[in-house]
């Protein structure tokens, strides 16, 4: 296959699961057990993702190192799921090889008082990557449309002049949320957001693992039942901020999730796409820092 027909073939796969602008999104039409359609056999399918993620990471590790060489753009990636869904792992696995000094990982569990006292976004940005660095969102600003919506009522510590909390209210923080968005891209920031799709039964399945298993007991925590039963509610709410928050600037892809291997073989493979589009070059030095260089090395060869 010519490099420009595997190209072709990996912007198809990546537009399929890509919310466009305008796209009323749905969750029901988006199989979170698909594992690359019926051509070919499940393990033939295992076994290209695997080989595709070892040349991603690859990629994604070179390319890294031009972006922090480079400082002209930050990245930012959003994750966003429903528990179990495979967010940490995807992380661990997707980063894999990358200098870790030029990641951040920034998780983001209930605000503070402290972050209360402001704007919902507002303590989103001092974890916003440098020009020249990754930042990894797990979690993010649209926990604010996703886990509030469901529960409205942990809009009451945050103060807000509205009286009501109603369709409009919802709207308004899209727009907002698009608005910060638009800011960062204009600004050198390249967006990707994530929403990894998990089944509910295999979100089960999970579930189990985690109390069945020891050494996941950790990992379990019993108000992810209680979060459990507010599945379509989430859903509704996934589906609305998909719907008014995927721009082409900061598109929003659903990731099925159920098959750990195809999720993590796809983030790579969009992550290390986005990268290369960039057409990342190695930063040339003005002609008086060269002749710095030619000074340094004639002085390095007389040291013989």
Do not use: C
């Not at 008082?113 to 440098?130: D, G, I, K």
């Not at 399945?205 to 979060?227: C, T, V, Y």
């Not at 990731?255 to 040339?284: C, E, F, G, T, Y």
């Not at 008086?288 to 002085?299: D, T, V, Y």
């Amino acid at each position: 296959m010519t490099v420009a027909k595997q190209n072709d073939r990996l912007d198809q796969l990546h537009r399929r699961f890509e919310v466009k602008p305008g796209t009323k999104v749905r969750l029901e039409r988006h199989d979170p057990a698909w594992a690359g359609g019926g051509e070919i056999s499940r393990k033939a399918a295992r076994a290209i993702a695997a080989a595709e993620m070892d040349g991603d990471l690859a990629e994604l590790a070179k390319s890294q190192e031009l972006f922090y060489a480079g400082r002209s753009r930050a990245l930012l990636v959003i994750f966003q799921a429903l528990d179990a869904a495979g967010k940490d792992g995807t992380i661990k696995h997707v980063m894999t090889g990358l200098n870790p000094q030029g990641v951040r990982v920034s998780s983001f569990k209930a605000p503070s008082s402290q972050e209360l006292a402001h704007t919902f976004l507002w303590r989103y940005t001092e974890h916003l990557p440098e020009r020249g660095m990754i930042g990894i969102f797990n979690r993010s600003y649209y926990e604010e449309v996703l886990v509030v919506r469901v529960h409205p009522e942990y809009l009451v510590p945050q103060k807000l002049p509205a009286k009501k909390f109603n369709g409009r209210f919802w709207r308004e923080r899209y727009e907002d949320i698009n608005a910060y968005e638009r800011h960062l891209t204009r600004n050198g920031t390249v967006i990707l957001k994530f929403f990894l799709h998990v089944s509910k039964e295999e979100q089960r399945q999970r579930l189990l693992e985690r109390i069945d298993n020891p050494e996941k007991h950790w990992k379990f925590n019993p108000a992810d039942l209680g979060e459990r039963r507010l599945w379509d509610q989430y859903g509704r709410a996934f589906e609305e901020a998909l719907t008014a928050t995927s721009t082409k600037a900061a598109p929003w892809y659903i990731i099925p999730a159920d098959n750990k291997w195809m999720m993590r073989a796809l983030v790579a493979s969009i992550l290390s796409a986005k990268l290369h589009s960039l057409q990342l070059r190695a930063p040339v030095l003005p002609e008086a820092e060269k002749a710095k260089l030619a000074e340094a090395r004639e002085e390095l060869l007389r040291e013989d």
